[in-house]
């Protein structure tokens, strides 16, 4: 077996390259009597994780929307007194990966888009795979563009769907019926915040409740104030027009994480084709489209993106991983003297599979956490150690060991490679990398920076061909049935795994990104866009006839 795989063809000096990753993340409050753009900060600062290329805060005053939004991480791009500048009552932020455009100022968000005399500020996270054709339209129609991104797309659709109807909510209602992919966005204006999330679920979003300084749900004490009925509809159950008084306030997040730094009480998802209107008069619940049949998370939530900490469907992160890692060892067994996993998502899997494995847990990598992505090119023999910029092994620790390695999962291969190598140089007997999750075979287009299957390791070669490529002496990966098992019960996206697809994928979208040979299953081609959408979209009139309007 060879450990000398070729080096040569890596360009990526950040060893997060080899890891999937998410476009972004997205964070909005209504809270009257708070600091809107302080508490947004620090929800940027929990989600950061799922996006450092740039970061953006808009703020709603009653009058007008103000934004500051730059390229960076959210503690470079925001300064003490950006913050105290950015005075309101809802505020909307947004942290990038950008999969979908270019990586510049004008792809960062929030995405502002004027409406009349109002503005409004969008955060995306997401892919739509249908925006080519309404850009199109939307250009004929006479709306400008600063942008080649789908979330620019998206905002000026509901931008010119609001003006045409004078309703924002139906505006957004509108613009769901025509895009297609996994979307979760929140808006705003000057008075009201806004969030919706495409039918099938795909990409996250979740709803909280500010509580009081006592600690008591501000919803629960306001209800008492002001002598709510008893039937009054709560957040848990709200669908409907049914109204929810606000009182310290209401957010929304990518994840519960985000939640939890500002102090605030997780109350439910926001449901798949579910808007949400926040503002003064309560928060709102209409259906904006019909939820898919079946739903898809995206399952690379639980295996990689979001933190350990956060809670999806009442289990941790943490547990899910944790599991995957029993669930690891009892279908890959493997005779070793220590199991170590990867910091930092490898690390409970780690523990799971030395548990159920019974070989001893160690910490044979430590990792560098003052190390942000950097922008100077180095040297092609420093590129080949980059890994090393993250992780370094502990060589008394792992010296003349068999170590059993589990990581979340291989997309390329390229960190893999030096990993492997930087062990083996530390003196490891044996490498046996165990994956807590199925082969990385097919392209992701709802928001995973997998567009083209040509760069996944798994799909231009077998697990043996892997194993041999990466110098690791076994390798193997969890079954998507054992995989589905740790976690909670519902409908998740497991294309990147499986081939099929929940969402339909244009032809123009989707043109060469697949290896010749593969044939996805269940991806339909989407009904043909006939006439001019966005005009005939706009001249219907159901909502405000169905409303009395």
């Not at 450990?3 to 890891?19: K, R």
């Not at 008084?245 to 500002?262: K, M, N, Q, Y």
């Not at 041999?468 to 990147?496: M, N, Q, R, W």
Request: glycine share 10%.
């Amino acid at each position: 077996m060879s450990f000398d795989a070729d080096l040569s063809e890596f360009t990526a000096f950040d060893s997060d390259t080899d890891h999937p990753h998410d476009e972004c993340g997205v964070f909005g409050v209504w809270a009257p009597d708070r600091d809107v753009a302080r508490l947004t900060y620090f929800g940027l600062r929990a989600l950061q994780h799922r996006g450092q290329e740039s970061a953006g805060i808009a703020v709603g005053d009653g009058g007008t929307v103000m934004v500051r939004k730059d390229l960076g991480l959210v503690s470079r791009v925001f300064s003490n007194a950006d913050i105290n500048a950015l005075q309101g009552q809802l505020a909307v932020g947004h942290v990038r990966y950008g999969t979908a455009g270019a990586k510049s100022w004008e792809e960062s968000q929030p995405h502002l888009s004027t409406i009349g005399e109002v503005i409004v500020a969008l955060a995306h996270n997401g892919t739509l795979v249908n925006t080519d054709e309404l850009r199109r339209q939307l250009i004929e129609l006479g709306v400008p563009f600063n942008s080649n991104s789908d979330s620019e797309v998206a905002v000026k659709l509901i931008g010119y769907f609001t003006q045409e109807t004078h309703h924002l909510r139906e505006g957004i209602r509108k613009t769901m019926e025509l895009i297609r992919g996994g979307y979760a966005m929140a808006l705003i204006n000057e008075e009201a915040l806004y969030a919706f999330r495409d039918p099938h679920g795909v990409r996250p979003l979740v709803l909280g409740r500010l509580t009081n300084d006592e600690g008591v749900a501000a919803a629960d004490a306001a209800a008492a104030a002001s002598a709510m009925p008893s039937d009054a509809a709560s957040a848990e159950d709200l669908v409907g027009d049914a109204v929810v008084a606000s009182t310290a306030g209401w957010v929304v997040a990518s994840e519960t994480c985000a939640l939890d730094i500002i102090g605030a009480e997780y109350v439910r998802d926001i449901r798949p084709g579910e808007i949400l209107r926040i503002s003064a008069e309560g928060l709102v619940s209409e259906q904006g489209v019909p939820a898919a049949e079946k739903s898809a998370h995206c399952i690379f939530e639980q295996v990689y993106f979001a933190r350990p900490d956060s809670i999806v469907d009442g289990k941790s992160i943490y547990a899910c991983r944790y599991d995957m890692g029993r669930k690891l060892a009892l279908e890959c067994p493997v005779e070793a003297d220590m199991v170590i996993g990867t910091p930092d998502s490898g690390l409970p899997s780690a523990e799971g599979y030395a548990f159920e494995s019974g070989i001893p847990y160690g910490t044979g990598l430590i990792k560098n956490r003052y190390v942000a992505r950097t922008f100077i090119e180095p040297t092609q023999e420093l590129r080949a150690m980059g890994v090393r910029l993250k992780l370094n092994p502990l060589k008394d620790v792992i010296e003349g060991k068999r170590i059993v390695v589990v990581d979340d999962s291989i997309v390329r291969g390229t960190t893999m490679v030096q990993l492997v190598r930087m062990l083996r140089q530390a003196g490891a007997k044996e490498i046996h990398i165990r994956i807590n999750c199925p082969e990385d075979i097919w392209p992701c287009f709802y928001g995973v920076d997998t567009g083209e299957q040509s760069q996944l390791i798994s799909a231009t070669k077998s697990v043996e061909e892997v194993c041999e490529f990466i110098g690791a002496d076994t390798l193997a990966f969890l079954s998507v049935d054992a995989l589905l098992e740790c976690v909670p019960k519902g409908g998740y996206c497991t294309a990147c795994f499986t081939g099929e697809y929940p969402v339909a994928i244009p032809e123009s979208f989707g043109r060469e990104k697949f290896i010749e040979g593969y044939v996805p299953r269940n991806l339909s081609k989407p009904e043909p866009i006939t006439g001019h959408c966005v005009a005939d979209k706009a001249e219907d009139r159901s909502w405000e006839e169905a409303h009395g309007e």
